[in-house]
């Protein structure tokens, strides 16, 4: 049985969650002025974890043909025949019944609004045989974690709440932009859509830049709204750095593009979350 569970925890990428789970504890830090009870934050955590397993067993199911195909994602466990696709389903259907379950032990509101995630996370693995906007939709379906964060913790939105959510989905957009390039060739000939495919590579590139300078500005708009101390700043000057870290590796050589992709992201996402934790006890010491 353990085995089994890592071979599951292996196919959803379970460390991957650190691109969503450090920016939905940021908002809820934001929205509670401070720290969220531990009620909140523990079913915060239960709820990235069920949409996470949910929203990548499905992808893993939905994409195994192409999956197949493509000679970088051959090795997958659904196509390597080492996970069925009726497991891939029963664990989606798990994890979909965790997020709900935990939106409904939070408050109403974010209950009510569960539906809403569940379908932009089924959607989302469907789109790249349709639109080059599918970024934009992963970015939307991250950027739920820290709107429905806020939503647990202040039972309503803001413009604040908002703002950090744009952030986050384009954040996520332009590193997944990033992450298309290994693919150009593989969806041109499949008939897949992506940014990199339909732009090519340099100007995919220049977009991924925008999109993350749109992220900083919109996560410096956030400290202003919210009164956040020097420490948030200096988060976000180390994130920015590596940010700009992340474009100059992949701008020298494309092989790195898995480095970038999780390592240095997976620091923003935490360099955010640990200097917003900061800030906050900061200011608890100063006040005490």
Known sequence: MLERIKVYMEMIKVEHTVFALPFALT???IAAHGFPTLFQTFWIVVALFGARTAAMSLNRLIDAEIDAKNPRTANRHIPRGIVKKSEALILAII???LMVYSAYKLNPLAFKLSPIAILVLVLYSFTKR???LCHIV???AIALAPLGAWIVVKGSVSLSAFILSFSVGLWVAGFDIIYALQ???FDRKEGLYSI?????DERALILSKLFHILTLIGLIWIGVL???GFWYYIGLGVSAFLMAKEHKIIS???SKIGYAFFNLNGYISLTIFFFTLVNYLWEMMWNS
């Open 27 to 29: 908002s809820a830090l």
């Open 130 to 132: 349709f639109t080059y």
């Open 226 to 228: 919210e009164k956040l």
């Open 183 to 185: 693919d150009v060739e």
């Open 252 to 254: 020298q050589d494309r």
């Open 138 to 140: 992963l970015g939307v």
């Open 95 to 97: 994890g979909f019944v």
């Open 196 to 200: 990199p495919a339909v732009l090519g």
